[in-house]
């Protein structure tokens, strides 16, 4: 899952040069918003069994009507076991309008508006195991994550906290306040969180990880229980 990238043309220079280091992403899939500039994109390895894209998440914020800027993917896989990932990115904490500091409100309602389609896909496709991953620009005990973790009395799944070789959970670096935060990760549904060995997802820690983002790259590995 890439989190920020350009156009396709992009998207295709990522893949040759992951290809021209031994690494082939054979499938791959682009979802643009209505950001005009910023979008999201999904690499695979594995041939999925569906692809859908949504550009209608809407909600109300003060007098206008919007949609969630960068969209929502949802791609469904079958390997060893069937399951579905619904990659987000909310909004950023860069304060839009004064009326909205860290645009805190217009990030829980993009939230809300995906989380309300994660449930209605859940619903509609009876789907068991799902992944809901991406950078969420909040950190796990916020108000925009909780509406992942539950809604009402439905359970949706549980966030899978992450950790570098250090013990360290941090992906964000702000340089400029010299902030260190967790804004990315997955929420897991409850089958699969069994099904992750260490019980952890781990982030990687190079040194130069500052050089192509000021995120760090998160992963966790799923291993069939026998």
């Known amino acids: 899952m890439i989190q920020e990238i350009g156009g396709k043309d992009f998207l295709n220079e990522l893949k040759n040069d992951l290809n021209d280091l031994g690494l082939d ?115 796990p005990n916020s108000a925009p994550m909780r509406r992942f973790y539950k809604k009402g009395k439905r359970l949706i799944g549980k966030h899978l906290i992450g950790m570098d070789r250090r013990g360290e959970s941090w992906t964000h670096f702000y340089n400029k306040e010299k902030v260190y935060s967790m804004v990315d990760g997955f929420v897991l549904s409850l089958s699969l969180i069994p099904l992750v060995p260490s019980g952890f997802a781990s982030i990687m820690d190079g040194a130069d990880f500052y050089q192509g983002s000021d995120h760090r790259l998160v992963y966790f590995d799923l291993s069939r229980s026998k």
């Open 25 to 139: 992403y054979a499938y791959s899939f682009l979802m643009k918003g209505s950001d005009p500039i910023r979008h999201t994109a999904i690499m695979s390895q594995l041939k999925p069994l569906y692809v859908k894209k949504y550009r209608d998440l809407s909600y109300r914020y003060f007098e206008r009507n919007d949609t969630v800027k960068r969209g929502m993917h949802e791609i469904g896989f079958m390997h060893e076991i069937r399951f579905t990932l619904f990659s987000v990115h909310l909004k950023s904490r860069y304060t839009s309008d004064k009326r909205d500091p860290l645009s805190a409100q217009w990030r829980l309602l993009e939230a809300e508006s995906c989380r309300n389609r994660i449930i209605e896909r859940l619903d509609h496709a009876d789907i068991q195991h799902y992944i809901i991953a991406g950078d969420f620009n909040d950190n």
